[in-house]
Structure formats: structure tokens, C-alpha cells
């Protein structure tokens, strides 16, 4: 089973950045696809950012082209979200998934394996 601890997440204003991590666990981690999606308030999960097994390929929400960047370190067995440009639109709980298969898409059943979700607040 793989298990999956977000952090990084705060309060910070319109334009700051934030960074995210992902920290996994499991024998598998290496060969699965990773995701960050995302819940603001009063609004059903949203897809962000997906990144293959071996950090070869990314996609991205239009919302989240251009200001925020996806990576994998698969030695520290850790996912990351680099968050820039920050809007009040942002805010949300970020979660970090793990695919069933070594590369995946937006959609949420393409991810067995869910954190728990890290708060980002972004103020006018």
C-alpha cells in the first residue's frame, strides 16, 4: 500500500509562492503516476497537475499552466507542486494522489491512493 503525507501548505498574499511536498511510502511508489488535485470551498475536487513514473512527462489545468510546476525526486520518494503567482482563486485543500498505473490524467479514478490534504489560503 502506498501512503501519502502532504505539507507545505499556509496563509500567504495574492502574488507569493508556495511549494508543496508530497512524502510516500510504499515498495511501489516508484513505478506510479502522481497527481495534485485540489477542493476550494463549496466546490467539488479538481484536477491540477499530473507527472508520470519516472518525471518524464506533465500536465497541467489551464488554471495551473504557466504559474505552477509539478516534479518527483523518486529517491526521497517525494512529489512536489511549485506554486507561483498565487490568486485568492487558489484557495483550496491540495491533495496528493497516486495512480494505479504509471501514468494517468485528470480524472480521479485514475488514482487509488489519496493524503490527506494541506490547506492553501491566498488573500487579497
Known amino acids: 500500500q502506498v501512503q501519502l503525507a502532504e505539507s507545505g501548505g499556509g496563509l500567504v498574499q495574492a502574488g507569493a509562492s508556495l511549494r508543496l511536498s508530497c512524502a510516500a511510502s510504499?515498495?511501489?511508489?516508484?513505478?506510479?503516476?502522481m497527481g495534485w488535485f485540489r477542493q476550494p470551498p463549496g466546490k467539488e475536487r479538481e484536477f491540477v497537475a499530473t507527472?508520470?513514473?519516472?518525471?518524464?512527462?506533465?500536465s497541467y489545468a489551464a488554471s495551473a499552466k504557466g504559474r505552477f510546476t509539478i516534479s518527483r525526486d523518486n529517491t526521497a520518494n517525494t512529489v512536489y507542486l511549485q506554486m507561483n503567482s498565487l490568486k485568492p482563486e487558489d484557495t483550496a485543500v491540495y491533495y496528493c494522489?497516486?495512480?494505479?498505473?504509471?501514468?494517468?490524467?485528470?480524472?480521479?479514478?485514475?488514482?487509488?491512493?489519496w493524503g490527506q490534504g494541506t490547506q492553501v489560503t491566498v488573500s487579497s
Open positions: 510504499g515498495p511501489t511508489f516508484n513505478n506510479l503516476a
Open positions: 507527472i508520470n513514473w519516472r518525471g518524464s512527462s506533465t
Open positions: 494522489a497516486a495512480s494505479q498505473y504509471g501514468s494517468a490524467g485528470a480524472d480521479t479514478r485514475g488514482y487509488a491512493y
